[in-house]
């Protein structure tokens, strides 16, 4: 018995060397930079980073004239750790040392993502706190916790309103832009009141739900906040009425429209903006033959449902999310009174829930990519720019990887239990969970690399689920050194109105804006300033 067992131990470490060698024969490169071994390297990183903090001792606090979200649908820590990976590997290099746009915000906190009623949250009530400011039930978007899903009669006095709405009531252009369809969880938080997040239209909805008067999602979109400037993703099939083909997929009934109304909202939108500027888009071409100067609104729907992953897109066809952003942007800010725009890399989370990871990370990649965009369009002066997610995923990698290991690849071990290798990548649960003559699967007989492979889970489930941890949020810009510490989620919204003085905090404007006509203006004005200031 003891001889097998040190068999074992001797087969385990001679199949754990030879991964081993595979993994840093392929590489062809250092286990680290050179210039590591250097003390002076580290220290000299150090000091310049430590004085980027000194300069950082006084805030920003000017007025922020636009306000940027960008929502990484299921970004948790990990996630975003691996994307950075993912992102300097991807450029050649080892990729743990490279910095994510996100990761150059001066400002870092953590936001606490539970719904009212549950503790691992949904992405309906978690929008809805980051949006609307009040932390909500799962399942239900821009209604307050006293609404119930699915019950029609409770939605009406529940009603709140977002950010995006009270910075339209400020006279300030507003966009949406979402990887997934417009009428999803994160987006329509934003404009929409509904107690069930899948009343996508009125397809969707239960007899007695419409009996009651209660909108589908499409429609409130078109309804609640008729004038918002710039609308991009999917959800075509969602404006459309029943059995109506698809302009890209005519011969799927599939991407059919869905409406029992018998209403084309995408027709009724073109109608209404004819004579406003307004353009409607559905593929890349017609995005980029947009003249962002002389355009005020603009609708875009690049697919029936949700866009495709960005690993799978057209690159002719299909316009990428830093292209939406890019258009989003030079439209909106040429309103003086500045702009609000939500920005959702909405299909981390589905990449996540189908256990592919893979699609997850690129996801998330791109979005870093139209963060980075973003910057360079907008001032930091000006410009408000958080980056947050709504919740993480069980989700995560580890195995003891060596530096530079390939983000997808192996760990350099086998199991001391069942003597075979594993992904650094896995999932606590979900679809990769399987069994090949009821043991773990050997993934060095598959292709781990492929775009959709499926990572390993501890739990079978045909959808991984979303994790109940804190996740985090970047700041930059006017008052973004409020975004601190550890905080309910529902705190961002009335942050960034704050600092773009909307909403129900505009108290303190006045009084900044005061001080800066006095500072600048001659004595008598000042006091003149001042006198009418206090009579008010």
Same mark, same amino acid.
């Not at 549950?118 to 399942?139: F, R």
């Given at each position: 018995m003891f001889g097998r067992r040190s068999s074992e131990i001797r087969m385990t470490k001679v199949?754990?060397?030879?991964l081993l060698c595979l993994v840093w024969g392929g590489l062809g490169k250092p286990q680290f930079p050179e210039q590591e071994k250097d003390p002076v390297f580290w220290n000299s990183w150090a000091q310049r980073t430590l004085k980027n903090a000194l300069n950082l001792q006084e805030p920003n606090k000017n007025v922020a004239k636009n306000l940027i979200l960008f929502l990484g649908d299921g970004?948790?820590?990990?996630?975003? =750790? !691996?994307?950075?990976? $993912?992102? @300097?590997q991807l450029s050649g290099q080892y990729g743990e040392e490279i910095q994510l746009e996100m990761d150059k915000f001066p400002y870092v906190s953590l936001s606490k993502t539970?719904?009212?009623?549950?503790?691992?949250?949904?992405?309906?009530? =978690? !929008?809805?706190?980051? $949006?609307? @400011?009040?932390?909500?039930?799962?399942?239900?978007?821009g209604v307050s916790a006293a609404a119930v899903r699915g019950q029609?009669?409770?939605?009406?006095?529940?009603?709140?309103?977002?950010?995006?709405?009270?910075?339209?009531?400020?006279g300030k252009s507003v966009g949406i832009v979402t990887t997934t369809r417009v009428n999803?969880?994160?987006?329509?938080?934003?404009y929409a009141h509904c107690v069930d997040r899948d009343w996508y239209s009125d397809g969707e909805m239960p007899p007695e739900a419409l009996q009651d008067g209660c909108k589908d999602i499409a429609r409130q979109l078109m309804e609640n906040i008729p004038d918002i400037n710039v609308i991009m993703g999917g959800g075509r099939k969602y404006m459309l009425p029943k059995n109506t083909s698809d302009v890209e997929y005519p011969g799927e009934k599939k991407h059919s429209g869905t409406r029992k109304d018998g209403r084309n909202l995408i027709q009724e939108w073109i109608d209404r903006m004819k004579d406003k500027k307004?353009?409607?888009?559905?593929?890349k071409q017609e995005l980029l033959s947009v003249n962002p100067s002389i355009a005020d609104y603009l609708l875009g729907l690049f697919e029936p449902g949700d866009l495709t992953y960005d690993l799978d897109r057209d690159r002719s066809t299909d316009?990428?999310?830093?292209?939406?952003?890019?258009?989003?942007?030079?439209?909106?800010?040429?309103?003086?009174?500045?702009?609000?725009?939500?920005?959702?890399?909405?299909?981390?989370?589905?990449?996540?829930?189908?256990?592919?990871?893979?699609?997850?990370?690129?996801e998330a990649v791109e979005m870093d990519r139209a963060i980075g965009r973003a910057g360079l369009l907008t001032s930091i002066h000006d410009t408000l720019t958080v980056v947050t997610a709504d919740h993480s995923h069980v989700f995560n990698f580890g195995g003891y990887t060596m530096r530079g290991n390939s983000i997808f690849g192996l760990a350099p071990m086998v199991s001391d239990v069942d003597q075979k290798p594993f992904t650094s990548i896995l999932y606590g649960n979900g679809p990769g969970f399987k069994l090949v003559n009821g043991s773990r699967v050997n993934v060095s007989t598959v292709d781990y690399q492929q775009n959709d492979y499926q990572a390993q889970a501890a739990v079978p489930l045909r959808m991984e689920t979303h994790g109940g941890e804190d996740v985090a949020v970047f700041a930059k810009g006017p008052m973004a050194h409020l975004?601190?510490?550890?905080?309910?989620?529902?705190?961002?919204?009335?942050?960034?109105?704050?600092?773009?003085?909307?909403?129900?905090?505009?108290?303190?404007?006045?009084?900044?804006?005061?001080?800066?006509?006095?500072?600048i203006a001659p004595p008598s004005l000042a006091l003149i300033i001042t006198a009418t200031w206090l009579l008010c």
């Open positions: 199949i754990t060397l030879i970004m948790g820590v990990p996630t975003v =750790t !691996a994307a950075r990976i $993912l992102k @300097g539970y719904n009212t009623n549950a503790q691992v949250p949904d992405s309906a009530g =978690t !929008a809805t706190a980051y $949006l609307c @400011g009040v932390k909500a039930n799962e399942g239900t978007v029609c009669n409770t939605t009406q006095g529940n009603e709140v309103t977002s950010i995006l709405k009270w910075a339209k009531d400020a999803h969880a994160t987006p329509s938080a934003a307004g353009y409607y888009v559905w593929n316009p990428s999310l830093t292209e939406m952003v890019e258009v989003a942007i030079k439209i909106l800010r040429k309103n003086p009174e500045g702009f609000y725009l939500l920005v959702e890399g909405g299909r981390i989370d589905h990449g996540h829930h189908e256990g592919k990871a893979k699609q997850a990370l690129h975004l601190h510490g550890v905080q309910e989620q529902n705190y961002i919204p009335h942050v960034m109105a704050y600092a773009a003085c909307v909403g129900q905090n505009k108290a303190h404007c006045r009084s900044r804006n005061s001080a800066t006509s006095i500072a």
